[in-house]
């Protein structure tokens, strides 16, 4: 199985005056996938915005739209999430009892599931979700705000993972999540994440094309499954 290195800018950080041309600028970079964090207040203490932003810039990207649900019953948004364009939509392991259901629920709308755990969660609860998903969020960061420091639990949350993963014998890719810089992109990839999300490190850099094709490399060049 030839697994690749996927960048994923979180427009969480983008300048929102000027998201659309962010965006394309990371798209003509090279980022295959746009992490979208939608956030309600209530599962985490910030509040983003909701189906009107992957909504309005469906028309102008054509990168994977990487759909991060921060809230609770996310059942309830699955159906607006996937009109408005969601390749990939994430729900948290935290966040409600009947993830099962909702993941194969947004599988049967040709949607790529993905389950998330915060910094603090055993990995080992990713065993079960396994047959269900495409790909695993390990947070590194507590979810909420863009710009924290990594936290390097997440380091052997992604190693536990792709034991788990290689065991299963699926294809599922490990997207981490947090704090995450061209300097320290490393820890992750060597451990075996290869969708790496970024948000200041990217939308926060003056040359933002040049952010993610310096972090696209060193994130290949350190890569080990
Ligand atoms: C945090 C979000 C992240 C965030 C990452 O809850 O899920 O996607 O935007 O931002 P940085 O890369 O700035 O830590
Ligand atoms: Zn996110």
């Known amino acids: 199985?030839?697994?690749k290195i996927k960048m994923s800018p979180s427009i969480l950080s983008a300048n929102f005056n000027n998201l659309l041309a962010d965006v394309k600028a990371t798209e003509e970079?090279?980022?295959?996938?746009?992490?979208?964090?939608?956030?309600?207040?209530?599962?985490?203490?910030?509040?983003?915005?909701?189906?009107?932003?992957?909504q309005?810039?469906?028309?102008?990207?054509?990168?994977?739209?990487d759909v991060h649900l921060m809230i609770v019953d996310p059942m309830r948004y699955i159906d607006d999430f996937a009109k408005a364009g969601a390749d990939i939509i994430t729900i948290h392991h935290e966040a409600c009892h009947d993830r099962i259901k909702v993941l194969e629920y947004i599988r049967s709308l040709g949607i790529k599931p993905c389950?998330?755990?915060?910094?603090?969660?055993?990995?080992?609860?990713l065993e079960q979700y396994l047959p269900y998903v495409d790909m695993v969020l390990i947070?590194?960061?507590?979810?909420?705000?863009?710009?924290?420091?990594?936290?390097?639990s997440a380091i052997e949350s992604c190693k536990v993972a792709r034991e788990l993963i290689k065991k299963s014998g699926r294809d599922i890719d490990i997207e981490v999540d947090g704090g995450l810089y061209t300097y320290n992109v490393n820890l992750?990839?060597?451990?075996?994440?290869?969708?790496?999300?970024?948000?200041?490190s990217i939308f926060g850099a003056e040359d933002i094309g040049g952010a993610v094709v310096e972090m696209t490399k060193r994130a290949e060049e350190t890569f080990i499954w």
Not at 56 to 65: A, C, D, G
Not at 115 to 125: C, H, R, W
Not at 139 to 152: H, L, R
């Open 1 to 3: 199985m030839e697994r």
């Open 29 to 54: 970079a090279g980022a295959e996938y746009l992490h979208i964090d939608v956030m309600d207040g209530i599962f985490v203490p910030n509040i983003s915005f909701g189906k009107i932003v992957p």
């Open 56 to 65: 309005t810039l469906r028309k102008h990207s054509n990168q994977v739209f």
């Open 115 to 125: 389950i998330s755990i915060k910094p603090d969660t055993n990995p080992a609860v």
């Open 139 to 152: 947070m590194s960061v507590q979810p909420g705000f863009g710009g924290q420091k990594f936290i390097p």
């Open 188 to 200: 992750v990839t060597e451990a075996g994440a290869n969708v790496i999300v970024a948000g200041s």
